[in-house]
């Protein structure tokens, strides 16, 4: 009953009111502005002059940039409402949800004009980092930077030791997406703060949508099958830089990197029986490759957690290095990497990925239909409800 009261008040202090002035500016935007047509410079230019601002501009403001950059990268909301309880993303769902049909190309017009209405209205600072050469903005859940010819995509979550949520999930794939086209070498995954990632974020199984448990995991297995699909895909040289303690799918997807360099710190731990759970991210595949069916059991099927130095004995971390010199050493070698001839190091990857991409496909929609049955299990049921409830962490 206090859940429900309280998410009640959140709900009038966040969604009706603000909702109503999200939609109807925009659509009046739509109509003044038909005739012109913002170009995708001006886009990216607008969403750098978002992160220069110095002042927020507030909750609503936010909703009406949040949905119109949805709206003008992925066009309509076609994703499912998250749950009354999950606030946020709600209000976040709604606003980009009442835009409809609203095409991409006025949306980005629409988020133009919006950020140079706050630009002239609000104090902003020209002032770049030093020695940063672009920043992508309008993530959530990551920070996306490019300098030095590497495309560094940091999972930004640190309270939540950057556990994937549902909006994580759909960012990488974007951020993946624009590092596969951009003028980068190399591309990077790192995470900020004390671990590199906790997996799959559990309360992404609380929201239930109206067509109950087996919709959710429909919907899960094909967000997971296209995720991990587009590591498969990815075009140049992948390399995971793991700052701290790694687990569940932030672990199996390292057996699709081209390079993992790892922090004597971090662990190594996919604990999926215990979390009546099946391995993904074509871990059942690439780990018995790489370490050994039986050492491959000992991750995958008991749980067994290795330090960073175990993981390099056994070929999933390529080097380890003292937590004290890490980011030093490991950013030395990706510049120098960097700068050797990309379309070279493009094709040597898609000579060797080539040979295995079928199987790899295949082996992830194996693996996402058996984890839609698993979902359902009692014993993965139970191990959520056992964490959530906090009785029991790993
Ligand atoms: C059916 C729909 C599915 C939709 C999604 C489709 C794709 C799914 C595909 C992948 C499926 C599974 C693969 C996996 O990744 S399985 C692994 C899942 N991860 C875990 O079980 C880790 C759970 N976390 C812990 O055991 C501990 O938090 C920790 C990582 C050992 C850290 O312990 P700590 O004591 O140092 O810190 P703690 O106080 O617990 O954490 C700080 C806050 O962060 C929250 N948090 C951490 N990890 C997660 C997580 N994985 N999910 C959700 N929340 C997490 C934690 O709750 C704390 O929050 P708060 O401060 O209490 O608010």
Redesign the pocket.
């Known amino acids: 009953v206090a859940m429900a009261h309280l998410a009640w008040r959140l709900a009038q202090r966040w969604c009706p009111s603000s909702l109503q002035v999200i939609s109807f500016p925009v659509v009046q935007l739509h109509l003044n502005r038909t005739a012109m047509r913002a170009s995708q410079k001006d886009f990216e230019n607008a969403m750098n002059q978002v992160k220069l601002l110095k002042k927020d501009p507030g909750n609503e403001v936010k909703l009406k940039l949040y949905s119109l950059y949805k709206q003008a990268t992925e066009g309509p909301c076609n994703v499912p409402k998250p749950g009354v309880f999950d606030l946020i993303n709600k209000a976040k769902w709604d606003a980009w949800n009442a835009l409809g049909s609203l095409p991409k190309e006025t949306a980005r017009q629409n988020y133009v004009d919006l950020v140079s209405s706050l630009s002239s209205s609000l104090e902003s600072s020209s002032q770049v980092e030093p020695g940063t050469d672009r920043k992508s903005t309008g993530y959530e859940t990551l920070m996306v930077t490019s300098e030095d010819g590497i495309t560094k995509i940091m999972l930004n979550r640190p309270?939540?030791?950057n556990?994937l949520n549902?909006e994580m999930?759909h960012e990488i794939m974007h951020a993946l997406k624009a590092a596969s086209k951009d003028d980068s070498a190399i591309t990077v995954l790192t995470g900020n703060g004390d671990?590199y990632s906790?997996?799959?974020?559990?309360?992404?199984?609380t929201d239930i949508p109206p067509g109950g448990v087996e919709e959710?995991?429909k919907n899960?297995a094909i967000?997971?099958r296209e995720f991990v699909g587009c590591f498969i895909d990815f075009p140049k040289p992948l390399i995971a830089v793991v700052n701290g303690p790694a687990?569940?799918?932030?672990v199996t997807l390292l057996g699709l990197f081209d390079a993992v360099y790892a922090s004597d710190r971090a662990t190594f731990h996919t604990?999926?029986s215990h979390?009546g759970?099946s391995p993904?991210g074509c871990s059942s595949y690439t780990f018995p490759k790489i370490m050994s069916p039986a050492k491959a059991t000992e991750m995958l099927v008991f749980g067994k957690k290795l330090t960073a130095g175990e993981a390099c004995a056994q070929g999933l971390v390529t080097e380890v290095f003292p937590d004290r010199t890490f980011q030093k050493e490991v950013w030395t070698r990706l510049k120098a990497f960097a700068k050797l001839p990309p379309n070279a190091m493009r094709i040597s990857k898609e000579i060797i990925r080539n040979r295995e991409k079928e199987k790899l496909h295949a082996v992830n929609a194996e693996e996402c239909s058996v984890?839609q049955g698993r979902?359902l299990s009692d014993e993965c049921m139970n191990a959520v409800v056992n964490?959530l409830s906090r009785k029991s962490?790993?």
């Open positions: 309270t939540k030791k556990a549902v999930y671990y906790s997996g799959n974020d559990l309360t992404n199984f959710k995991a899960g967000l997971l687990v569940g799918i932030s604990p999926f979390l759970q993904e984890l979902w964490f962490k790993l």
